[in-house]
């Protein structure tokens, strides 16, 4: 029997990746393809997914995409569906797309709120709900597996950010209720909490009008920033087998920044 965090093999696995345009969605999608997985890559910017299938073609695997826009169920829906048409099997699901919009509390438009709440917290859900069957239906040792992307946030409050930390504190949540109503079925259900790593999620930051750079320090930490690398890699772990005994886990790596 292979040692538990040694067989990260998904030779003849497919994975459905989400926000596989850019950031840790694409190194999740390289790492996975490394691992042998073939991959069925979401986003709603086309022109990053179609780097990203580029820069998977010297992998040898074969990865469909689609572009989407996962802020409806009907979206989610739609691409587990097409996953499945195009592979027949579906053995992991996970969860990356996510977006962020800084803003006073009580000047936020309410489409930045709902907006966030779609896509970080619902679109997990609905592409969990259309996922499920399958997964449950997957070989893989240790069963089928859905690794959500929460944050340092899904621990923490952090100033301007209280759509993102309640979709962030959701999704933990989510994946807890759902692990327990899986306890007794082969299927796997985790997260990891990333800190700030440099992505377009961080380039793109944009702090509010008027606000308190004191407070915004909370978000960086003392020991500076994760590799998007080292997160793409525990992603992997919790899809493959090598994480066949996680369910129900929230891996941080956050370099500290939940530590107190
Ligand atoms: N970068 C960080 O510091 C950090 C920290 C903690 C958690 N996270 C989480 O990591 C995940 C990946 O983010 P990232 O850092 O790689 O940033 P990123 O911006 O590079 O990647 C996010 C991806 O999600 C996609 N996306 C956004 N809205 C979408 C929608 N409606 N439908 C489909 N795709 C959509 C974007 O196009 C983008 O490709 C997110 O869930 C984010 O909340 C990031």
Known sequence: MTAIFKNHDMT???ALVTGAASGLGRMTALKLAAAGADLWLVDVNADGLAETIELLAPTGRTAGSEVADLSSPEACHAVVAHALEKFGRLD???NVAGLI????????PQGQYERTIDVNLNAPFFLSQAAIPHLLASDAEGGGAIVNVTSCASYIGEAYAA????SKWGLLGMTKAMAMEFQKQPIRINA?????MITNIITNFAPPENCDFELLKR?????GQVEVEDVADLIVLLASPAGRGFHGSCLSLDAGITAG
């Open 101 to 108: 919009y800084l803003a006073n509390t009580a000047q936020m």
């Open 163 to 166: 759509a993102y930390c309640a």
């Open 12 to 14: 003849g696995k497919v």
């Open 192 to 196: 990891v909490a990333p800190g700030g």
């Open 92 to 94: 992991a699901l996970c």
């Open 219 to 223: 978000f960086s930490g003392m020991r």
